[in-house]
């Protein structure tokens, strides 16, 4: 009997190590030299297969499970676009992210229109002004460190109407927004 649980002590004990060594993170790094560093996308896969998404400049983070807006290695550039993983219910991202190089602390900004489908479209990067479009033409303006929401209002309903908006919203619930991420911990 005490070999029996011994045995059974044994395989217990295997089994765990497996599982643990199983179970530590897959991780995979692309990376960007941009003027004022490098900025780090870091890939990590758990032993659920589960993705996990991290960006950093250096070694500080600045965002998790956003990607890349478009393949743009413009190393001049301190403004960056990305885009996070789509929800579920709309296949779309519920928001963008603007990451400011330039401001000290690095700004990140998440932007949209709540309840809509925000698919990032086409950026145009000034000296001064940057204008960030949605598709359907819906414009974002970032100046001076602060995004410039575009007009909520029959404008902004046209542009993101069924079915970029969702089933059963109305007008009232297209409401522009920014706000300031802080840094992941």
Known sequence: MIQKIIKFI?????????AHSHAQDKCRSESVDTSVGKLHH??????DREYTHTIFLGEQPLLRNAF???????KSRSIWVYVPQAQLQTACPDRLYLIDLSQ???K????????ACNEFHWASWGEKRSVVTLKHNVKFTY????MILPKPGEK????????HAGEGLAMEDAIPFAEDVPPPK
């Open 156 to 163: 902004l309903w046209s542009s993101i109407e069924p079915p």
């Open 143 to 146: 100046e001076n460190g602060k």
């Open 10 to 18: 044994l395989w217990c004990s295997a089994v765990t190590v497996i």
């Open 104 to 106: 000290n602390p690095v």
């Open 108 to 115: 990140v900004i998440a932007f949209g229109v709540k309840k």
């Open 68 to 74: 890349l807006a478009e393949a743009d290695n413009n």
């Open 42 to 47: 870091l890939i990590c896969r758990n032993a």
